[in-house]
C-alpha cells in the first residue's frame, strides 16, 4: 500500500486558500486540509499521514485519526521534518511506495535520499483538484444514470398522485 506524509504546516503555508485561513483561523486551516486529505486518502486508496510540527509547543508526541487520515503533532523539540524522516525509514520496504508532501527544498532531498518521492505543495493540489474534477463527473454520470432509470408518468398521473398525497 502506498502511503503519503503530508507536511502539514509546509502545505498550508503554500496553498493560497490555506494560507488566508490561516490568517484567521489556524485550527480551521488544519481542519480543511484534513479534509482534503480525507478525499485524497478515499480516491486514490492510499495511507495519508499529516504531520503537524509542535516544535515550540511542550509535551510529548499526540496522534489522531480523523476521517481515516492519521493526524501527528511531534514531540517537544522535534520538527515535522524529523518525524517524517523517521517515518520514511519506518515504512519504506519493497512492497510499500512511500510519497512526502513537501516545498521545502532541502527536505525533498532528503526524503528522496531515503528512497522516498516527493510531491511539492503545488503538485499536491494539483492532483487534489484533478480529484475532484473526477468526482463531481463521477456524481454527474451517477446522476444522469439514476434519472435514466425513472419509470416516466405523464404529467395528469404525477398531478394525480400529488393530490392523494396531500389528501393524507
Known sequence: MDVLLVDGY???????????????????????????????????GCRVMVVFDA???????????RFNVEIIFTKEKET?????????????????????ATSDYTEQRTIFQQGAYRKS???LELELSYIQKE??????????????????IESDV???LDEMRRKR
Do not use: C
Open 10 to 44: 509546509n502545505i498550508i503555508g503554500d496553498w493560497d486558500e490555506l494560507k488566508r485561513l490561516k490568517d484567521v483561523d489556524l485550527d480551521q486551516a488544519r481542519l480543511l486540509l484534513i479534509e482534503k486529505m480525507a478525499e485524497y486518502r478515499a480516491y486514490r
Open 55 to 65: 516544535y515550540e509547543v511542550k509535551g510529548l508526541e499526540s496522534k489522531a485519526n
Open 80 to 100: 515535522a521534518d524529523e518525524k517524517i524522516e523517521r517515518l520514511v525509514k519506518e515504512l519504506k520496504n519493497v512492497k510499500t511506495k512511500v510519497y512526502v
Open 158 to 160: 404525477l398531478q394525480k
Open 135 to 152: 468526482i463531481s463527473e463521477d456524481l454527474k454520470s451517477f446522476e444522469t444514470q439514476k434519472n435514466d432509470r425513472v419509470i416516466p
Open 121 to 123: 505543495a503545488r503538485e
